[in-house]
């Protein structure tokens, strides 16, 4: 069976989270590791759009799209860990509070609606595009500046926004951009529930 391109462009992505991985084992250039990085993100950036424009942005895809963004920017943490060990000694505690705040949201989600939720919220594109700029500057300069500490802040939030939204949302769906967006989704469909 012939692949879509956006599929190319996600099953790049989940190749590129082992490959980051490995090579940071490997101790690779820092300019090595910077490239995979920023590859992934442009194809998660044009996965989505291509989708869209032919038609075919199915909820399996976006799904999909969802686990691999998950699994590749975990694993290019670790990636950055093991390049540069004292990267998250200074936001070890912003670490922390984001994995639970994660693993708890996606529990939630899991109870909830057997799934776990596909929103690509617009604070999850801030996040994705932040956490590139700050592992790209630890890759490149063997340190960390102050954007690594916003970017996992944007994280948190973003997380939060999220288990928000699934907390509101009576039913599983995708794309939703914000908060804001599963609030009016849910006002829209009470008055046709009070009709029927």
């Known amino acids: 069976m012939r692949l879509s391109t956006p599929e190319l462009l996600v099953g790049f992505r989940a190749v590129c989270a082992p490959a980051i991985f490995v090579l940071a084992c490997f101790a690779f250039p820092g300019a090595v590791l910077a490239a995979v990085l920023v590859a992934a993100f442009l194809s998660d950036v044009f996965d989505g759009a291509i989708a869209r424009r032919q038609g075919i942005a199915t909820a399996e895809l976006r799904m999909a799209d969802t686990i691999v963004d998950t699994v590749f ?20 505690p912003l670490v922390v509070v984001l994995t639970i705040v994660h693993v708890s949201r996606k529990t939630f989600e899991l109870t909830k609606y057997g799934r776990i939720a596909s929103y690509h919220m617009w604070s999850s594109k801030l996040l994705g595009a932040l956490l590139v700029v700050a592992f790209t500057q630890a890759f490149l300069a063997t340190r960390t500046g102050a954007l690594m500490g916003i970017a996992l802040w944007v994280g948190v939030l973003n997380e939060l ?22 609030i009016a989704y849910v006002r829209r469909q009470a008055p046709a529930e009070d009709r029927a």
């Open 73 to 92: 920017y975990v694993s290019a943490a670790i990636a950055v860990h093991v390049a540069v060990p004292a990267a998250f000694d200074a936001t070890w």
């Open 161 to 182: 926004e999220g288990f928000a939204a699934s907390v509101v949302l009576p039913g599983w769906r995708v794309d939703v951009p914000s908060l804001i967006h599963a």
